[in-house]
């Protein structure tokens, strides 16, 4: 039997458990609905009159802003006939008061167009204009010129000429403002105001939405539901006679994920095919495929987190307070996400590489709303396109080591949870990732811009990597010596291989030797404490003091990170008071600093080495 049928097998009875009784017909049915809100809601936004809907389609770039349209077609528009009726009084007084009277949208709109249409009459015409096939340029700006001088609002008017806009012949937009202003004789019109998207553009609204939900469902109540059960199944002491059936660990784990992402695929197919449906019609079939991928990768990733996590934390936390941390979790991810992808730049198209929730939501809004950053500059295009294929890849990697590291745990595996190969391999994946997600011109001169700020994302992913390396004993079993040594030079060897990507990154070399040797002091005590603190609460139970103080001595250590910072630079003080930074505003507080920076790792390997 082939891996993949074993694989079947395993999760055939966890996918029965999660579709039990009337759970699947329940699920179904709530499937096709959630299909049907999406129609509903999709033409709703697409051709909804309302401001809430408007707000939506003008964010999404679907549909020009409501007050520049006013601006651009010269007409005021209202939204119900009460405004209307208000609206047309306002105006009747505008005209007949030559625009004396009391503020009112209809004069605001109308002066700003006075002012418009005066710079415009002034403005000479190109010699473009005077070819045969401009002629309608040139009435226009006749025209122009004579209402200028002939109308009354005009007339009534006293100009202030620091109001006066830009305008020019030469764009578009400018002409066709200038061409409704000229054909209105300078009274706006009043009309209701209604969508203008098209039966296409609405369809694409639609696929867009459908694939919304669906990135929703994939990527934050897919992982939500695995976490969840997993903490149930630790915390209710379930999981414990699941391991001792003929399932290997790695296909109970796999099987437990797989009952609950059944449930999130069932809701997730009706999304999926009015996705590709629009998508087939109108839209871009591979970003929308890619998209899918990506979304299916990052669900794999964030589930085997929230396995990792309901395991470790299903004993002393209920499943109910650990669902709703992790829903806050993967809600601030999916928000954060949404609004990378949706609203990208040139400085942070590298977040693609790190967020699989943006970069899902770029390539499913590609499909069938394009931005138009990606259309002035396929440069910046293909730079995305590059950080979410590396992304794709390191997320699916860093998964696989999430399962490895589960299977060993669950499977009570004596030793590390990650061998020092997938230890390294972890760290060189997230050290590329976070190195693309930083904006390229942090490495344009400078070593600290680039530096320092990947060394503070990375101190995080580093320190869990090193709390997977620690060796653990069973229940039972004889706790060996902690080869704290040797951890310690695996986390100097990551941070070596990060400075060396850095200074190929930044092309100067010599960038090294302008580094005041006190920073390399500074970075080798951080790296010490780091690691020290990574393995001390990993490896020994922490009382109430312990506690404290590994909070402080991880209070202390940015400090340190600041030291590093002001020492890298190149014009970084030289004297040797400067060591010690508290000095210069007490000489006690300097020599306490002094005292802790020895006291603080002498403190945390004595405890390491205390009970070997």
């Known amino acids: 039997?082939?891996?993949?049928?074993?694989?079947?097998?395993?999760?055939?009875?966890?996918?029965?458990?999660?579709?039990?009784?009337?759970?699947?017909?329940?699920?179904?049915?709530?499937?096709?609905?959630?299909?049907?809100?999406?129609?509903?809601?999709?033409?709703?936004?697409?051709?909804?009159?309302?401001?809430?809907?408007?707000?939506?389609?003008?964010?999404?770039?679907?549909?020009?802003?409501?007050?520049?349209?006013?601006?651009?077609?010269?007409?005021?528009?209202?939204?119900?006939?009460?405004?209307?009726?208000?609206?047309?009084?306002?105006?009747?007084?505008?005209?007949?008061?030559?625009?004396?009277?009391?503020?009112?949208?209809?004069?605001?709109?109308a002066e700003d167009a006075a002012y418009f249409l005066s710079q415009a009459a002034l403005t000479p015409l190109p010699r473009s204009a005077y070819l045969p096939e401009n002629e309608p340029i040139r009435e226009l700006w006749q025209r122009a010129q004579a209402l200028d001088a002939t109308s009354p609002l005009r007339a009534a008017l006293v100009l202030n000429e620091e109001r006066r806009p830009w305008f020019d012949w030469n764009e578009p937009e400018h002409v066709a403002r200038l061409q409704a202003i000229v054909?209105?004789?300078?009274?706006?019109?009043?009309?209701?105001?209604?969508?203008?998207?098209?039966?296409?553009?609405?369809?694409?609204?639609?696929?867009?939405?459908?694939?919304?939900?669906?990135?929703?469902?994939?990527?934050?109540?897919?992982?939500?539901?695995?976490?969840?059960?997993?903490?149930?199944?630790?915390?209710?002491?379930?999981?414990?006679?699941?391991?001792?059936?003929?399932?290997?660990?790695?296909?109970l784990l796999l099987g437990l994920a797989a009952g609950p992402l059944t449930l999130v695929a069932i809701l997730a197919v009706p999304q999926v095919l009015l996705l590709l449906l629009t998508v087939a019609a109108v839209g871009h079939?591979?970003?929308?495929?890619?998209?899918?991928?990506?979304?299916?990768?990052?669900?794999?990733?964030?589930?085997?987190?929230?396995?990792?996590?309901?395991?470790?934390?299903?004993?002393?936390?209920?499943?109910?307070?650990?669902?709703?941390?992790?829903?806050?979790?993967?809600?601030?991810?999916?928000?954060?996400?949404?609004?990378?992808?949706?609203?990208?730049?040139?400085?942070?198209?590298?977040?693609?590489?790190?967020?699989?929730?943006?970069?899902?939501?770029?390539?499913?809004?590609?499909?069938?709303?394009?931005?138009?950053?990606?259309?002035?500059?396929?440069?910046?295009?293909?730079?995305?396109?590059?950080?979410?294929?590396?992304?794709?890849?390191?997320?699916?990697?860093?998964?696989?080591?999430?399962?490895?590291?589960?299977?060993?745990?669950?499977?009570r595996v004596s030793g590390s949870t990650l061998s020092r190969r997938e230890g390294l391999l972890g760290a060189l994946v997230t050290t590329v990732l976070v190195l693309l997600a930083l904006p390229r011109r942090g490495f344009s001169y400078r070593m600290d811009d680039g530096y320092l700020l990947s060394l503070a994302v990375l101190t995080i992913p580093f320190a869990i990597l090193m709390m997977m390396r620690v060796p653990l004993a069973e229940a039972g079993e004889r706790r060996g010596p902690l080869p704290v040594a040797s951890l310690l030079g695996e986390l100097g060897l990551w941070a070596g291989i990060h400075g060396v990507i850095v200074l190929g990154l930044l092309g100067r070399p010599d960038a090294l030797f302008e580094v005041h040797p006190a920073a390399f002091l500074y970075l080798g005590w951080f790296l010490l404490v780091v690691g020290l603190l990574s393995i001390r609460v990993v490896a020994r139970p922490l009382g109430l003091g312990a506690r404290v103080w590994v909070g402080f001595a991880a209070f202390f250590s940015l400090i340190a990170f600041a030291q590093i910072a002001a020492f890298t630079r190149p014009w970084a003080h030289r004297n040797i008071g400067d060591l010690a930074l508290f000095s210069h505003v007490s000489p006690f507080l300097g020599v306490a600093q002094v005292l802790l920076l020895v006291v603080i790792p002498w403190t945390l390997w004595r405890s390491l080495r205390a009970r070997a």
């Open 1 to 109: 039997m082939s891996k993949l049928a074993d694989l079947r097998s395993a999760a055939l009875p966890f996918v029965t458990r999660s579709l039990r009784g009337k759970r699947l017909r329940r699920t179904v049915l709530l499937s096709a609905l959630l299909g049907i809100l999406t129609l509903i809601l999709g033409l709703w936004i697409s051709f909804g009159s309302g401001r809430f809907e408007h707000e939506i389609r003008s964010g999404l770039g679907v549909e020009q802003s409501r007050w520049m349209r006013q601006d651009q077609e010269f007409v005021v528009f209202v939204d119900s006939i009460d405004e209307a009726i208000e609206t047309r009084r306002d105006l009747k007084h505008l005209v007949a008061t030559n625009g004396q009277g009391y503020w009112t949208r209809p004069k605001s709109l």
């Open 183 to 251: 054909d209105a004789d300078l009274i706006p019109r009043i009309e209701r105001y209604r969508s203008t998207l098209t039966t296409v553009d609405g369809v694409r609204l639609t696929g867009s939405i459908a694939g919304g939900i669906f990135a929703l469902l994939a990527l934050v109540l897919g992982p939500l539901l695995v976490g969840t059960q997993m903490a149930q199944e630790v915390h209710e002491n379930t999981l414990m006679p699941l391991t001792g059936t003929s399932l290997r660990t790695r296909e």
């Open 285 to 411: 079939p591979i970003p929308a495929l890619a998209g899918i991928l990506t979304a299916i990768v990052g669900a794999f990733f964030l589930s085997m987190l929230a396995q990792l996590l309901g395991f470790s934390l299903g004993r002393q936390r209920s499943p109910g307070i650990l669902g709703m941390g992790l829903l806050s979790f993967f809600g601030m991810l999916a928000m954060a996400g949404a609004g990378f992808g949706l609203a990208p730049s040139r400085y942070t198209i590298g977040v693609f590489a790190v967020l699989p929730e943006a970069a899902t939501t770029h390539l499913l809004r590609s499909s069938l709303l394009p931005h138009e950053l990606f259309f002035r500059e396929w440069r910046l295009a293909h730079q995305a396109d590059f950080a979410i294929a590396i992304g794709t890849v390191g997320i699916g990697v860093l998964g696989l080591l999430g399962l490895r590291a589960l299977e060993r745990r669950v499977g």
